[in-house]
């Protein structure tokens, strides 16, 4: 028997050795992340007009800081979504390039994606090749979308231009019974383990995610992203809320932000804002008279962007008679 031969029959040994301790109730196997399976896979036969194109996106930067830190590693995966059957169902493309940012990367970035100087030196990402990915895309993905869409935009300004979700704020979690968004964790529940902080790699392992079905809800992660982003997304700003009334706008969701020094939340459904001004009238806003909030509507192509949506105030008194 030659290597390969070897190889291959130790690979069924083993699988079979995975399988029989995975069926045991006190162990759970982890299998290394397989991109090379979906490489495999032909297209789909739905023809352009019922077929969607997404791209998953993820960067590697010189830091945290769009205005003054660069893009160091860009890596997308371009994926046919089949809308009938809510799943991914061919990859089209990968992409991944590094580059140069053209100053020294701080140590303390390196020793998270381990990305050197040496590795990027003289490398430029390819913009027609970032457009020719582009081509056609319904939705860009991202796993922390606010992240990485200001450094793309502000790298490739067709970015701004697109629809996007992001796999951590638009898709609840914990209401389908996962106890944390990280990637790797929500990697491991389908049984997957990888090496992290690598584009291409965080790409693969989000698809993964993106076509698990959500226990809850009963569709794929994928679907809600595609149908949550042709909704308009209502952020809430309780302006001038009382200061007492701070932990029960906390126990609802609402985050602070100390930069303008108000309470907010985001609301997706249109349905669901009705609700949400009724309950900041009764519970935190109470009798007092020309109490009015701040809503700003936001787009998928202004969402989880440093631009800001559509803003209105909204008196809180003419929502309660309408009711």
Known sequence: M???????HDAKEWEQIAQALD???HFKVLKRLAPEKWLHQPPSNLDNTKRLKGVILD????GMNSLTDKVIELGMIAFEYDPH????????QVFDQLEDPGFPIPPETIAIHHITDEMVK?????????LQALQGVSLVIAHNAAFDRPFVENRWPIFAELPWACSIKDIDWRFNSFGSAKLEYLAMTQGIFYEAHRAETDCWALLEVLNLVLPKTRQSAIQTLFESSSLLQNKVYATGSPFETKDILKARGYRWSAD??????TVNASEKLK??????????YGQRKGAKVEI??????ERHSERIGTKYLQDLGAIAEAD
Do not use: M, Y
């Open 275 to 284: 609700e949400e001004l009724l309950w900041l009238k009764h519970n935190v």
């Open 2 to 8: 030659d290597n390969i031969d070897q190889l291959s």
């Open 85 to 92: 059957l809510g799943q991914i169902t061919h990859v089209d």
């Open 59 to 62: 960067t590697e930067t010189t």
């Open 23 to 25: 069926r045991h109730p």
């Open 260 to 265: 303008i020094k108000c309470w907010s939340k």
């Open 122 to 130: 003289g490398h430029r990402i390819h913009d027609q090749e970032v």
């Open 296 to 301: 700003e509507t936001l787009s998928s192509k």
